[in-house]
């Protein structure tokens, strides 16, 4: 009997024992599997993280490609819009210095004209001579009239072909600085528009 007693005693403590390691066990367990879920959670962002990132190497390598070659086309177009302007303030140069030369040679004609005017002052003058006074009168404001049309029509020929220039490049019109003439005062004249390119401008258009 006391044998009996002995034997349960023993029983029922192993029995404690095994319940307080099975709790002492539990927590750790518990801690593992929710470590476990964890890892698996960041092995699955990383692994998205990882396929998002070589997506973006791979956006970034196209993206800086596509940069080289717009700088290459800026720096292209820079240079032409230099060249271009270079070759609008040589334009308007030779353009001043023609209206100047025309200027210059009208108001010559201009002196002459009063002198030979002068000349005659106080003197009966007959038909032939009033005829060549006002033939040289006309001839003179011909020439002028004709000189502002050409000169107009080259401004604004070559004004088209910059703007052409500028319209391949994507630039403004307005970009190029100047506009088109609409008339040239030479000696007080008032031109008439020519109608064709400075080359065709002939005295009979205007």
């Known amino acids: 009997m006391e044998e009996m007693q002995k034997v349960k005693e023993r029983a029922e403590k192993i029995a404690r024992d095994a319940v307080a390691e099975s709790k002492s066990l539990r927590e750790p367990l518990e801690a593992a599997i929710i470590d ?29 490609k596509q940069f080289e070659v717009l700088k290459w086309e800026y720096e292209v177009i820079q240079v032409r819009f230099d060249r271009i302007l270079v070759e609008r303030d040589e334009l308007k140069a030779r353009f001043s210095r023609a209206v100047l030369e025309v200027q210059q040679r009208a108001a010559l ?58 319209a391949k490049l994507g630039v403004p019109a307005e ?19 020519g109608q064709g390119p400075a080359g065709l401008v002939t005295r009979d258009q205007i």
């Open 109 to 166: 004609k201009t002196a002459l004209l009063e002198a030979k005017l002068k000349h005659f002052e106080g003197r009966d003058m007959g038909p032939s001579e009033l005829h060549d006074i006002m033939k040289m009168k006309d001839t003179q404001v011909d020439d002028l009239r004709y000189e502002a049309a050409r000169l107009r029509k080259a401004h604004d020929d070559l004004l088209a072909t910059y703007e052409a220039k500028l």
């Open 175 to 193: 970009e190029l600085g100047f506009k088109p003439l609409k008339a040239v005062a030479v000696a007080g004249l008032s031109p008439i528009v």
């Open 36 to 64: 476990n879920k964890e890892l698996k959670r960041q092995m699955s962002n990383y692994d998205r993280d990882k396929a998002s990132l070589a997506a973006k190497t791979k956006q970034l390598a196209s993206l800086e």
